[in-house]
């Protein structure tokens, strides 16, 4: 199993343009959600998804679009990136998230730094 | 709204000793709590889980604890080394709750 991919790794904009991060993952599972880290700020939930077709606002969505069409991609689209979405990017996926039987673990990606002149 | 505070930003333990990181919420009573591990340029790792009828909880070297009462839980590393220096993050949440937030981590870095 790959886990969470994230692409790409790092990427650079202009102000202005816009771009779509990837994340895939390969382990079924239903809970799917991006993270923007700061410094100082921890890891801050943009958008959620539980399952594909549904998706939800986390706390800072503002600026982000997301889509679920298959259970296992989740891409982030930036339409008109802002220097205030300069950040590293988390992807992550979990079978529950719900808790209960399970740990509901959340399974990370590798991250994609964005820097936004 | 919600609170979650961890103890201090960075945390400096001398090789050996027991490292403890605090973790406390405000303004919610969370069932669950996770504890995940990141290293630098990496993603979160999950470490542990405990539920808040277990109080204490342990793996290996790693021991969590979950006072309801006091809105905390402590995090130990004991007899600590320079591999576990690294930034440690808490998630308190609920049952059905989909939105997992975070505290914002303490950098723990063990002296040699």
């Known amino acids: 199993n790959a886990g969470v991919t994230q692409t790409p790794k790092f990427q650079v904009l202009k102000t202005g343009q816009s771009m779509t991060l990837q994340c895939a993952q390969d382990?079924?599972?239903?809970?799917m959600s991006w993270y923007r880290q700061d410094p100082g700020m921890g890891l801050r939930l943009i958008h959620y998804?539980?399952?594909?077709?549904?998706?939800d606002q986390g706390e800072v969505p503002n600026g982000y679009n997301v889509s679920r069409s298959t259970t296992e991609d989740f891409p982030l689209r930036l339409l008109s990136a802002a220097p205030s979405q300069t950040s590293v990017y988390f992807c992550?996926?979990?079978?529950?998230?719900?808790?209960?039987?399970?740990?509901?673990?959340?399974?990370f990606g590798e991250g994609s730094r964005l820097t936004v002149l | 709204s919600q609170k979650i505070e961890q103890n201090s930003e960075a945390l400096n333990i001398q090789e050996g000793k027991t490292a403890t990181l605090t973790c406390n919420y405000t303004?919610?009573?969370?069932?669950?709590l996770q504890w995940y591990r990141q290293d630098p340029g990496r993603g979160p790792v999950f470490l542990l889980l405990i539920r808040e009828n277990e109080k204490e909880k342990r793996k290996e070297r790693l021991k969590v604890t979950f006072d309801t009462t006091l809105k905390q839980s402590l995090f130990h590393i004991t007899a600590s080394q320079p591999a576990d220096s690294a930034t440690y993050l808490c998630?308190?949440?609920?049952?059905?709750?989909?939105?997992?937030?975070f505290g914002t981590g303490t950098r723990l870095t063990i002296i040699p």
């Open positions: 998630a308190p949440y609920n049952f059905g709750n989909e939105k997992l937030t």
């Open positions: 992550a996926s979990s079978y529950s998230i719900a808790g209960g039987a399970s740990t509901g673990e959340l399974f």
């Open positions: 382990m079924n599972h239903e809970y």
């Open positions: 303004n919610y009573s969370p069932a669950y």
């Open positions: 998804s539980v399952g594909a077709g549904i998706t």
